[in-house]
Nanobody, 112 residues
């Protein structure tokens, strides 16, 4: 019912790191599945990482070993730690809380 708010994007050099945050709301946050997605112009929005409602964590093959998804239920906030960034990681990143609308996203640009 309420848009989440993504933050933490920016310009970073290849090999660098960023930590994205997503501020959500609602007393049911802790029991909802959550995920991070990304999208570039002309391409489908793709799942980057997710935490299922049973706690199982999933990563896209392209980010496995480099990105870490986490959540703080007390703060109704989720995070995406991104390390060893590559130019192909450049995209608008969106967080998703099961049952809630999409937010506006935050831009991550990886470039020298």
């Amino acid at each position: 019912q309420v848009q989440p708010v993504e933050s933490g994007g920016g310009l970073v050099q290849p090999g660098g790191s960023l930590r994205l945050s997503c501020a959500a709301s609602g007393s049911t946050f802790s029991i909802r599945a959550v995920g991070w997605y990304r999208q570039t112009p002309g391409k489908q929005r793709e799942l980057v990482a997710a935490i299922d409602d049973d706690g199982t964590i999933h990563y896209a093959d392209s980010v496995k070993g480099r990105f870490t998804i986490s959540r703080d239920n007390a703060k109704t906030t989720m995070y995406l730690q991104m390390n060893a960034l590559k130019p192909e990681d450049t995209a608008v990143y969106y967080c998703k809380i099961q049952g809630d609308p999409w937010g506006e996203g935050t831009l991550v640009a990886v470039s020298p």
